[in-house]
């Protein structure tokens, strides 16, 4: 049984409680569980110091983590960590960073995975119509979907140690354009609204950020709405040509179910869908549909959120 | 033509994209024994290559060059080759040796490695996820191995003695220069791949695919099995716009999600 290295996920610069997760996802590969924590401040492994079934905390320390390269990323992580099979969280970055770290070891790697039974790890392919089960012999690097295993809980008191690294970085940022708005993208959220054709024009997007600003949504939208409508920005697509999302509660507003949409949400932890025709094949995937145009269902939806949560 | 002869006498970029066969992405997919079962299924280029493609051949359009678009598979993937070359590259190449079946990602990206380097590319284009595994894992491996700068998700791009990108980040999209030699990933972005025209298929008959091969390493990640995603269990469905806020009171009390 070979050392598994967890890489804490980082968002906005602390540790993402998605962390626990890849806890609980290495103890089911078995082994001896060490949690790397990219930083640029030690202080920054406190989140995870408590964790329970982690035998050991190194505090990676580098400027690099402040960047985006994942160049910088992967040398700065391999030279501060032990040999093993290495877990990070499946988000855009991580990926990259974890397929530079995979080749730079001569390992192989294993993205989005979604179920784990010793050395067997399952991931969706085909945009989520199949799944496939590889068995990995010897050490891999190893991506695994959020919300998928049940985080690790913490009272331990775990040592933790602090290593400098240096990142040989390629990249350089010339710019950045921060987002029209200050709204969550629908990558990083964990409830997403999204609508569709069905919402008649960009204006009413607007009822959908109420919503989303009641419960902390971001706002997606399907092909049909992004082609239409100038408004909406591509960046707001969920689906094949789009981003493929996993969020915990995903809200489908005027959306059909069209295939390409559900290969970009289909693998949500819960769906709702409001639609006005009963026959949308959306309905064939939500855990909860409700049956009327969104006029009607979604100020009700509103009132009730905000009496829950306001 | 020996290509590193030509890359000897004349210094110019040597454009590789990376194109990559997967099922139509619009099929439906069936499990039989234990495996996917791909007999009936029509094989196309992986949506996102063809992105990588418009991005290469822009790229050459800026600087000059060539473009080759290069795969890695059986036989039976030479016609997303023939598809490169009616949009318009200038060389295909596929690289295979008999004795190879499904390779893993260590694999794969040895001989891309060792492919890339006997061709003497200066960049190279792919698309940011293949439809079939969703990996993303060959654009940021391969620059590894090369030692070369990466970039992955990039919705547009400038092209000079470095290639300036735009990608996605957490606070918004950045604009970040890639020297060169590197591996860029290309997602839907600015750039729509262009139609074949009919010359482009007129050429792309009478090309000639280059045959290599390379060494690879033996796969350590070996498939088992495939599988239909466990079927939902069958949702609730209520009528009318006032059941709202029955459904937000389950999300609470059933689904634990708000
Ligand atoms: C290669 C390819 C890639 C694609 N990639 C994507 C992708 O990434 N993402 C994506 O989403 N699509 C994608 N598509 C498009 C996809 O096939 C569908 O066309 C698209 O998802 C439809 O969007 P829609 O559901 O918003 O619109 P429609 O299919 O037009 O559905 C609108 C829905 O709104 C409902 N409605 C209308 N009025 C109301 C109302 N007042 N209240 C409530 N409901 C109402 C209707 O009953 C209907 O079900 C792709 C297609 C192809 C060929
Ligand atoms: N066998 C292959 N031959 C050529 N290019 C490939 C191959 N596999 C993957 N690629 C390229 O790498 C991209 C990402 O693939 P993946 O890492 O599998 O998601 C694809 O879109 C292709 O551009």
Redesign the interface.
């Known amino acids: 049984m070979t050392n598994k290295i967890v890489i804490a996920e980082l968002t906005k610069g602390t540790v993402n409680a998605s962390t626990a997760e890849l806890v609980s996802a290495a103890q089911a590969m078995g082994g001896d569980v060490t949690v790397v924590v990219p930083c640029t401040d030690a202080s920054m492994a406190d989140a995870v110091s408590g964790y329970d079934g982690v035998s050991k905390v190194i505090a990676v320390k580098s400027d690099v983590f402040a960047g985006n390269d994942s160049s910088g990323w992967a040398s700065a992580l391999d030279s501060a960590m032990p040999a093993g099979t290495v877990l990070f969280l499946a988000t855009a970055r991580s990926k990259d960073v974890a397929s530079r770290l995979a080749a730079r070891r001569g390992l192989s790697i294993v993205q989005d995975v979604v179920s784990i039974d010793g050395n067997n790890l399952t991931s969706p392919i085909y945009s989520g119509k199949a799944n496939q089960t590889v068995t990995v012999n010897g050490d891999a690097v190893v991506s695994v979907r959020a919300n998928v295993f049940s985080g690790v809980g913490s009272g331990s008191s775990n040592d933790v140690s602090v290593v400098d690294a240096s990142g040989d970085v390629k990249t350089a940022v010339q710019d950045v354009m921060e987002r029209a708005s200050a709204r969550l993208d629908v990558s990083e959220a964990n409830i997403i609204i999204s609508g569709g054709r069905g919402m008649g024009s960009p204006a009413n997007f607007s009822h959908l950020e109420a919503v989303a600003d009641t419960i902390g949504a971001a706002v997606g939208a399907s092909r049909a709405a992004v082609d239409t409508w100038e408004e909406i920005p591509h960046s707001m697509q969920v689906g094949q040509t789009g981003k493929t999302v996993n969020p915990n509660l995903y809200i489908a507003v005027g959306i059909s179910g069209a295939i390409q949409h559900l290969a970009g949400m289909r693998s949500s932890k819960y769906i709702v869908a409001i639609n006005k025709d009963a026959d949308a094949p959306i309905f064939q995937h939500a855990d909860y549909g409700i049956v009327a145009t969104w006029e009607e269902a979604l100020p009700v939806f509103q009132d009730a959120l905000s009496s829950l949560l306001g | 033509m020996n290509r590193t002869l030509l890359g000897d006498l004349i210094e110019m970029s040597t454009i590789i994209v990376l194109v990559k066969q997967v099922?139509d992405?619009?099929a439906?997919?069936a499990?039989q024994g234990g495996r996917?079962d791909l007999s009936t299924v029509k094989m196309e280029m992986s949506?996102y290559d063809g992105f990588a493609i418009e991005t290469a051949l822009r790229h050459k359009e800026a600087t000059g060059g060539t473009v080759t678009a290069l795969t890695v598979g059986a036989a039976g993937t030479e016609k997303i080759l023939k598809d490169a070359k009616a949009m318009g590259v200038d060389n295909i190449v596929r690289v295979w040796d008999d004795s190879w079946s499904d390779l893993?990602?260590?694999?794969l990206?040895s001989v891309l490695k060792e492919s890339i380097e006997s061709l003497g590319g200066t960049a190279v284009y792919c698309g940011k996820s293949a439809?079939?595994?969703?990996?993303?894992?060959?654009?940021?491996?391969?620059?590894?191995?090369l030692g070369?700068?990466?970039?992955?998700?990039v919705?547009g791009a400038e092209f000079g003695d470095a290639v300036?990108v735009s990608m996605?980040?957490?606070?918004?999209?950045?604009?970040?220069?890639?020297?060169l030699p590197?591996v860029i990933s290309c997602d839907?972005?600015d750039f729509k791949p262009r139609k074949a025209n009919v010359k482009g298929i007129m050429m792309a008959k009478k090309a000639q695919v280059e045959l290599m091969t390379a060494s690879a390493?033996a796969?350590?990640?070996?498939?088992?099995?495939?599988?239909?995603?466990a079927a939902?269990p069958a949702?609730?469905?209520?009528?009318?716009?006032?059941?709202?806020?029955q459904?937000?009171?389950?999300?609470?009390d059933e689904?634990n999600?708000?």
Do not use: C, Y
Not at chain 2, 104 to 107: P, V
Not at chain 2, 235 to 245: H, I, L, M, R, V
């Open positions: 099922p992405t619009n439906k997919i499990v996917v949506p893993d990602s260590n694999a990206q439809a079939d595994t969703g990996a993303g894992s060959t654009g940021p491996g391969l620059a590894e191995r070369w700068a990466n970039a992955s998700n919705i300036t996605p980040v957490e606070a918004g999209v950045a604009k970040v220069s890639v020297p590197a839907k972005g390493p796969s350590t990640v070996v498939v088992a099995s495939h599988s239909m995603p939902k949702g609730k469905t209520f009528e009318g716009g006032s059941s709202a806020s459904v937000v009171q389950l999300l609470r689904a999600v708000l």
